[in-house]
């Protein structure tokens, strides 16, 4: 079992920065993916960032919409992910989600709410 809890989310202007944690309540290292998704209001659950374990290596993979303004990250020593969040835009308004899956099973936080106004 894996639980994940999210923080970061909060309101801010378009063009501004946030960055979201997602915190894993085990060790990372047996965890295949870890990744975001976000829900806007009215719409279907998208992927955003996805970070893939490989080997001794990883690696990352964004939707179009985000490459180039958001970065998924680790801190193994604190079984954390990060979503760094740039040049936010309205459009990026939704809940944003953590995942982790394993060979077995996906694992989803509760959520957190990012919302893009002036």
């Known amino acids: 079992q894996v639980q994940l809890v999210e923080s970061g989310g909060d309101l801010v202007q378009p063009g501004g920065s946030l960055r979201l944690s997602c915190a894993a309540s085990?060790?990372?290292?047996?965890?295949?993916?870890m990744g975001w998704y976000r829900q806007a209001p009215g719409k279907r659950r998208e992927w955003v960032a996805r970070?893939?374990?490989?080997?001794?290596?990883?690696?990352?993979t964004y939707a179009d919409s985000v490459k180039g303004r958001f970065t998924i990250s680790r801190d193994n020593a604190k079984n954390t992910v990060y979503l760094q969040m740039n040049s936010l835009k309205p459009e990026d308004t939704a809940v944003y989600y953590c995942?982790?899956?394993?060979?077995?099973?996906?694992?989803w936080g509760q959520g957190t709410q990012v919302t893009v106004s002036s």
């Open positions: 085990r060790s990372m290292f047996s965890i295949n993916n």
């Open positions: 970070l893939t374990n490989s080997g001794s290596t990883s690696y990352t």
């Open positions: 995942h982790a899956s394993t060979i077995n099973n996906d694992y």
